[in-house]
C-alpha cells in the first residue's frame, strides 16, 4: 500500500498562486495514475485533475482548466498541482489519490483506492 501526504496549501487572495505538493511512501507512484480531487464544506468531493502513470496524459475539470497543471516526479515520488489565478471558490480541502487501474485516468472517486489527509486552500475574495 502507498501512502500519501500532501502540503502546500494555505490561505491566498484571489489571482494568487499555490503549488500543492503530493509526497508517496511504501511503494513508488510509477504503478499508478494520480489524481488531485477537492471538497469544500456540505459539498461532495469532487474531481480536480489527473495525469497517467507515465505523465503523458493528463485531465482537468472543466472548472480549473487553463488555471491549473499537474506534473508528477516519479524519481522523487511526488506528484504537483500548481494552481493559478485562484478564485474563491477554489476553496476546499484538497486531496491526492492513487489509482492502481492504469487503462485510462479515471476521474471518480471511487477509482482511486489510496488518499492522503488533505491540505486546506482558502482563497479569499
Known amino acids: 500500500q502507498v501512502q500519501l501526504v500532501e502540503s502546500g496549501g494555505g490561505l491566498v487572495q484571489a489571482g494568487g498562486s499555490l503549488r500543492l505538493s503530493c509526497a508517496a511512501s511504501g511503494r513508488t507512484i510509477s504503478r499508478y495514475n494520480m489524481g488531485w480531487f477537492r471538497q469544500a464544506p456540505a459539498k461532495e468531493r469532487e474531481f480536480v485533475s489527473a495525469?497517467?502513470?507515465?505523465?503523458?496524459?493528463?485531465h482537468y475539470a472543466d472548472t480549473v482548466k487553463g488555471r491549473f497543471t499537474i506534473s508528477r516526479d516519479n524519481a522523487k515520488n511526488t506528484v504537483y498541482l500548481q494552481m493559478n489565478s485562484l478564485k474563491p471558490e477554489d476553496t476546499a480541502v484538497y486531496y491526492c489519490?492513487?489509482?492502481?487501474?492504469?487503462?485510462?485516468?479515471?476521474?471518480?472517486?471511487?477509482?482511486?483506492?489510496?488518499w492522503g489527509q488533505g491540505t486546506q486552500v482558502t482563497v479569499s475574495s
Open positions: 495525469i497517467s502513470v507515465i505523465g503523458g496524459l493528463s
Open positions: 489519490a492513487a489509482d492502481p487501474s492504469t487503462f485510462t485516468v479515471g476521474k471518480a472517486v471511487a477509482r482511486y483506492d489510496y
